[in-house]
């Protein structure tokens, strides 16, 4: 599967690049990167996306329904563990 056949909001892989690396695409050029922490004030952080560029022809993998919960469950325990560091 390429990109260009994605719809907006469909969660993908790169092949060849890191499992927990997880893309979503944006628009029909761009996709939101893993999240990152984001100090907005001190003592506070947003999860915020980062939008990249991405050529039509690239081939991805859709994630299925399964793999996209496991990610999420995934990155709740990641933030979870950050709050119980504090």
Known sequence: MIFQE???GDYFR???ISARCVYRKANSSQCST???LQPIRPGTTAIL???QPIR???TVIQ???TEIK???AAKQEDIN???EKR
Do not use: A, M, V
């Open 6 to 8: 994605l719809q907006i």
């Open 14 to 16: 790169i092949p060849g």
């Open 34 to 36: 893993n999240t990152l």
């Open 49 to 51: 996306p980062l939008l």
């Open 56 to 58: 039509p022809e690239t």
């Open 63 to 65: 994630l299925t329904h």
């Open 70 to 72: 496991n990610y999420f």
């Open 81 to 83: 563990s950050l709050r």
